[in-house]
C-alpha cells in the first residue's frame, strides 16, 4: 500500500485541534493561521500570541525547502519563539540550518492515519528579535494610537510609517510593543474573518 504524503493543511489542522488545543481556549491568548509579516512579505503557517509572539512554520512530506533561508531571516527578525513542525522528511535539514532557540516538532502520520507530534525541541527567546520588525504588525493608525496615548503631537504623527514606528520602539518595551500588537489584533473589525 502506498504512503500518503502529509500536507501542509492536514498538519495544521491537527496542530489546531492536538497541540494548540490549550492554547485555544485561553482568553487571552489570539491564534492567527497565515499571519503576514512586513506587510505581508511573509508569513508564517500560524502565529500565538499572547506573552510573546510565537509563530509556527509547518514542513509537510509535500512541502519543500527553497524558501528556508528567507523564512528564517523574515522570521528572525520579527518573531519572538519560532517552532518548525517537520515531516521527518525535511527534519534533519531544519535541524541543519535554524538557530538553536527555535522549537522542532516532529509530525508523522499514525498506523490510524491521523498525524502524531513530538518535541524534538522547545522554542526559547529570540534573542535577535527586531522590536522595529515587530512594531510591523501594527497598522499605521494603531501605532499613531499609542503614540497619542505617549504624548505626541499631531504633528510628530504626520511622519511616514517608518519613522513612526522608529519612536514607538523608543517609548515602548518589546513586553509592552506586544500587549499593544495583541490587543490591536483582538479589536481589528475588518481583519481577516473577524
Known sequence: MKKIETSDLEIRKALHAKYLRRANSRSNTLIIDELGLVHAKSRIDIAVINGHIHGYEIKSEKDNLDRLDIQIST????????????????LEDIVSVVPEWCGLILAERGIRGGINFSVVRTATINPLVDPFM?????????????????????????????????ILCRVMTPKELTASIRSFMVQRRTWRDR
Open 134 to 166: 515587530m512594531a510591523h504588525l501594527l497598522w499605521r493608525d494603531e501605532v499613531v494610537d499609542l503614540l497619542k496615548q505617549a504624548g505626541y503631537s499631531a504633528k510628530d504623527l504626520r511622519q511616514p510609517r517608518k519613522q513612526l514606528y522608529e
Open 75 to 90: 522570521y528572525t527578525k520579527s518573531l519572538q519563539k519560532i517552532t518548525f513542525v517537520a515531516s521527518k522528511k525535511h
